[in-house]
C-alpha cells in the first residue's frame, strides 16, 4: 500500500480533533466545578471562546502551510525559524510520550472497575498498559488509515455515554438540586479565573488535524472543517453534561463524587448504566491515546524532515508510517510505565505528567503570534488586516493566560524542560554543518 492511498478524509481528521481533546478528564470535571456554582458555565465559555479562537487560527494556517506534518512544529517553524520550531517540537514531543503512559494508566484504572484485581496487583495493572501501549504502536505502524478508522470507532462509542447521560438525565433534570450562582460566597471576578482553569485542560488537543497534515486528503479545506467542527462538538458536549449533571446529581453528592458520570448514570439505568459509562471511560482515554502514540511519530519526523531531529525519526516503512519514531517513543513511555512498578515513584511520575501540561500550552502562544509574522513575510494578500491581527492577539492573549493559569512551578519547571532541548539543537546544527 503507497502512502498516498493512507490519506484520510474529514470524518477521521475530525475524529482525531475529538479524540485528542475528549480523554477521561471530562468524566471528573462536573466534580471538580460543583462547589463554585453555576458560574463555572462562564469558566466554559470563556474557555471554548479561547479554543475556537486557537482553532480558527490553525485552521487558517493550514490554508497557508499545506501539504506539511507537524501542525504546531510547523507553524511555529514558520513564523520564528529553527529554533523556536526545535523547542516546540521538543517540548510537545515530550509531552506526549509521558502523557501516554498517564492516559495508560487511566485505562488500567477504569478497567478495574471491571476486574478489581486490577486496584491491588501493581504488576498486572503495568503490564495490561504496556500491552495496550503496544496494540497501538502496531496499529499506527501499519499506517494512518488503520489508525484512523479505529479512531473513529473510539469516538463514535466515547460519544454514546457521554450522550447517554445528556439526553437521558434531563428526564431525571430537577430544578432544586441547581446550584446557585457563586457557592463560594467570594467576589465573582475572583471565581471566575478559578473555574475558568479548571476547564483549560480539557481543551488541549485542538490542534490535532493539523500535525498529521501531509495525510489528509485536501488538508487547506478538511483541517479547517475538522478543527472547527471537533472543537465545536466537544464544547457542546462538555457544557451540556456539565448542566444535566448539575440539575440530576444534589450538589453535596456531586462535589464528593469520584466518577459523576458513573454516578448518574446509576441513576437512570442502575448498575449497568454505572458499567456502561465505566466503559465509556475506559474507550475514551484508549482514543486519546492512539492519538498520542500517533503523534510520538508525527511530530519528529516532521522536525527530522528539516534536519532538526536525527534522521532515523524520519525513515517510513511500506505505509507511510514513521516506525521508529512510534517505536522509540513507546518505549519511553515504558520506561515511564515501569516507574509506577515502584510505589516511591508515583509521586515523581504525576509531577512529571503535571509539568509537561505547560509544554502543550506553549505552542498555542508560539503559533498565534507566527501567523501574523507568515502572513508579512510571504506577502499573502489580505483583505481585512484589523480581523487578522485581531484574531492573532486574541490568541496569544489566551495562550499568555493558559499559561499563566498553569501555575509558577508548571511554568518554571516546563521552562527547564524546554532548555533541555538546547544541547540537542546545537548537536543537530553540528552535524548539518559537517
Known sequence: MNQKSQKIGLITATSYVIGGMIGAGIFVIPAILAPYGSISFLGW??????????????????KIIKDKSGGPYAYSKAGFGDFIGFLVAWGYWIAIWVSNAALAITVVGALSFFFPVLESDSVIRV?????????????????????????????????????????????L???????????????DFSVLPIVAAATLYAFLGLECASVPAADIKNPEKTIPKATLIG?????????????????????????????????AARLIGGDLGG????????????????????????????????????????????????????????????????MN???????????????????????YLFVSAAYVLVLIERKIPVKNWIKVLTLSLLGITYSLWAIYGAGEESALFGL??????IPVYVLMQWNKRK
Do not use: H
Open 231 to 263: 472543537t465545536i462538538i466537544v464544547a457542546m458536549v462538555y457544557v451540556l453534561s456539565t448542566f444535566v449533571l448539575f440539575g440530576v446529581l444534589p450538589m453535596d453528592e456531586l462535589a464528593s463524587s469520584a466518577s459523576p458520570f458513573a454516578d
Open 416 to 421: 527547564l524542560l524546554l532548555l533541555l532541548g
Open 45 to 62: 465559555l470563556f474557555t471554548a471562546c479561547g479554543a475556537l479562537i486557537l482553532a480558527k487560527i490553525f485552521g487558517n494556517f493550514s
Open 127 to 171: 503490564l495490561i498498559g504496556l500491552s495496550l501501549i503496544w496494540f497501538l504502536t502496531g496499529l499506527n505502524a501499519r499506517g494512518i488509515k488503520d489508525s484512523g478508522k479505529f479512531q473513529v470507532i473510539t469516538t463514535v462509542l466515547k460519544l454514546l455515554p457521554l450522550f447517554f447521560v445528556i439526553i437521558m438525565g434531563l428526564f
Open 173 to 187: 433534570f430537577d430544578i432544586d438540586n441547581f446550584p446557585a450562582f457563586n457557592l463560594t460566597g467570594k467576589n
Open 275 to 338: 458499567y456502561f459509562v465505566a466503559g465509556g471511560v475506559a474507550i475514551s482515554a484508549i482514543g486519546c491515546l492512539n492519538v498520542g502514540v500517533l503523534f510520538t511519530g508525527q511530530i519528529p519526523m516532521a522536525a527530522s524532515q528539516d534536519q532538526l531531529y536525527p534522521r532515523i525519526f524520519g525513515k517510513l516503512n511500506k505505509n507511510g508510517a514513521p516506525v521508529f519514531g512510534l517505536i522509540i517513543g513507546s518505549l519511553l513511555t515504558t520506561a515511564i510505565m515501569l
Open 341 to 363: 512498578l515502584s510505589d516511591g515513584l508515583v509521586d515523581q511520575f504525576k509531577f512529571i505528567a503535571n509539568i509537561v501540561v505547560f509544554a502543550n500550552l506553549i505552542p
